[in-house]
């Protein structure tokens, strides 16, 4: 069974920075296109960042450009987002997920998600 498990959530203070990572048991997440996902209480899920099968292509949601990168470590089996000058309504929980298909996972329809990580950012 494949398992996509996310760590690195937990409480910043605004401005400060975390870095959440993504990695499998039971699958070569080399095959897959990657994304962050995150939903607010209260709100519906949105896209946070994507990234291809080998890195080269990736994409922020506009919003979190030049504050959020999207990374992989495909010899790893990870993937991360860096998350700096956190705002509190970045607090959410943060889901990671993949998809041989880049487009599915851009349009959240991917195969694989993990049980996501909380971040919290207060002011």
């Known amino acids: 069974q494949v398992q996509l498990v996310e760590s690195g959530g937990g409480l910043v203070l605004a401005g400060g920075s975390l870095t959440l990572s993504c990695t499998s048991s039971g699958r070569d997440l080399s095959r897959d296109a990657m994304g962050w996902f995150r939903q607010a209480p209260g709100k519906a899920r949105e896209v946070v960042a994507a990234?291809?099968?080998?890195?080269?292509?990736?994409y922020t949601a506009d919003s979190l450009q030049g504050r959020f990168t999207i990374s992989r470590d495909n010899a790893k089996n990870m993937m991360y987002l860096q998350m700096n000058s956190l705002k509190p309504e970045d607090t959410a929980v943060y889901y990671c997920?993949?998809?041989?298909?880049?487009?599915?996972?851009?349009?959240?329809?991917?195969?694989?998600w993990g049980q996501g990580t909380q971040v919290t950012v207060s002011s």
């Open positions: 990234i291809s099968r080998s890195g080269g292509i990736t």
């Open positions: 997920s993949a998809d041989p298909a880049y487009v599915n996972v851009a349009a959240g329809k991917a195969n694989y």
